[in-house]
């Protein structure tokens, strides 16, 4: 039988897309292999003054004009906590744009020197850029912080550098760009479903059942959904594919209640820190 593929076009500083993964985990759980999914780097931000107030530039400076964009880009983040509940903490450390700082390409070209082709590591170290944007706010786009993040992923500094400034890694990029443009994308999160050759593009950000709805559409009902039991066994196994977790992306994965996960994971040599009322979970 033939995979679905969803592909996720998005940037690792969108608090949106952090918004999405206890969704993405629901289908990971009930879909199994019968889905692959990966992840195209969109560029958010490729120049933050195209985004500041021009006014506000011209009568004050730029510095003055970063700050008051900053501040509303931090109250965006916060209200994006309650699409689904995924704890977002701003201000409270490094801010992301300054007068060094201007975009968010240097996440996307991290990302890509960091995860290679490996679709596993993909999803590890998104998840990571992502936790460390939203909850620990720092300045995920500077490069001594990609360089640290990159040696946690056994990536040594020279290679992390060859890697980020590789023609390779650039052209993947404006490749990236190009697909946009010739599948009208122009907005984030978007996702590219690909099935049987042909591929379909869905805006915005479903809910599981309307998940649901489309791969039924998508793959004209060849792709069924069924549920997971949710034991010590099945959600440890679950950890191993994804070893920083939270406590609701557990609970929407195997669909019980977050506190039955919080109290089956209780005895476990997992780390843990509690952000908010959740719990993420992390394989020392």
Known sequence: MAKLTITTVTDPMMGMLWETWPTMRKLETHYGDQIDFKFMMGQLVKNVYDLVDPNVTQMYGKKVALNQYWTRLMQVYLQEEQIAGMPIYMGGNERLFDEEHLSSVPLNLGFLAIAGNDSEKENQVLYEMQYDTVVNNLQTNDIKYLTALASKF???????????????????????????????IDQLPAYILTYNGKSYIIKGIPKYDEWQRLIKQVTDDEIKASRIEANSETINAFINCHPHISSLELKEAFDVEEKDVVELLKETPLEKEKVKSTIFYRKA
């Open 154 to 184: 056994g990536i040594d500094q020279s290679q992390f550098e060859s890697r980020y400034n590789s023609t390779g890694v650039k052209g993947h990029l404006a490749q990236s760009q190009q697909i946009m443009q010739q599948m009208k």
